[in-house]
């Protein structure tokens, strides 16, 4: 079989990491690929772009959730690598197209946006009653973006960028990469993408200055914004820490999800070691009472936390 593959599948971009062909036959097979393989029981499809690839399967015909790739997806050249909530979406019997990201471009290239645009156009969208896009960071601005194809859809999105373009966040110094991608191709502001949407739940830290400033460009009634206290760049994991994370999703995904519950939920968060490093890096100067009384509560939960436990 290797004799009948071109040089550049047999040969490695990088003298540490594996070729194609090799994966195949060294990494196990995607869980995905069981569903949509020639004998699976599963419906779908796999469409690959040259920089990105759409991998879909056909499951609640009702319902679909779009994600996208995070820049740490991007960088994933296994075999059985997998979409963004892949497993979660799967348990959930959603349909799911899944979005990968071969670069960290911010999906700032004329072929993926053509292809949304493409399914838009041809109704692939209309035949489910309810469309959420979601993603994280990059995959977050994902999310926000191309939502703006299906009017009506929900939008769930953690730490999101709203835009590299230079000339509209000139404050945003982090991903050179992604900066320097052509933002005057469509969809390339979240802020004005979003009005059409029917809710829109972005997750972020409001101490984190970077993320609060995008956040606060999305505009409109439509938009949820959902603070996830001293959990910096990662809302998602400190969710998934304290247990909250499916739930949160759950209810966000059918639209139904009130921020009074939510932040009922995210009290957990208080017995997190991230949580009380939050408070310190933040006020020890300016409010060092505040933070020994922090302090102290901190430690009473987390003794209260452990005796449970042993009581169990």
Known sequence: MSRDLPKEQLKPEHPDRKTGYERI??????????????????????????????LFHQRDPSRLVVSFDNIANANDLSFAREPWGWK????????????????KAWFRDPEIIDYFQEKAREGFFEQFDLVVFAGASMGGFGALTFSALVP???VIAFNPQTTLDERLVPWET??????????DLPLGDAAECVGMARKVYVFYDPFFAPDRRHVQRLKGDN???LKTWFSNHFAAPMLRKID???????QAMTGT???????????????????????????EERHPKLVLAARQRFR?????????????
Request: aromatic share 12%; charged share 25%; proline share 7%.
């Open 244 to 250: 909250v994370l499916k739930p949160t999703m759950q």
């Open 174 to 183: 982090r991903y050179r990469f992604g900066r320097v991608q052509d933002w």
């Open 152 to 154: 009506g859809a929900i």
């Open 25 to 54: 036959l060294t990494d196990p097979a995607p869980p995905w690929f069981v569903e949509i393989y020639p004998g699976g029981d599963g419906t779908g499809f796999l469409h690959k772009l040259n920089r990105h690839s759409a």
């Open 223 to 225: 938009v949820v914004p």
């Open 257 to 283: 999800l009130e921020p009074s519950e939510f932040y009922r939920r995210m009290r957990a968060r208080r017995r997190l070691p991230i949580y009380m490093r939050g408070i310190e890096a933040v006020g």
């Open 88 to 103: 979660f979406f799967r348990d959930e019997g959603w349909s799911h197209l899944g979005i990968f990201a071969r670069t």
């Open 300 to 312: 009473a939960l987390r003794r209260r936390a452990a005796a449970a436990g042993d009581a169990s």
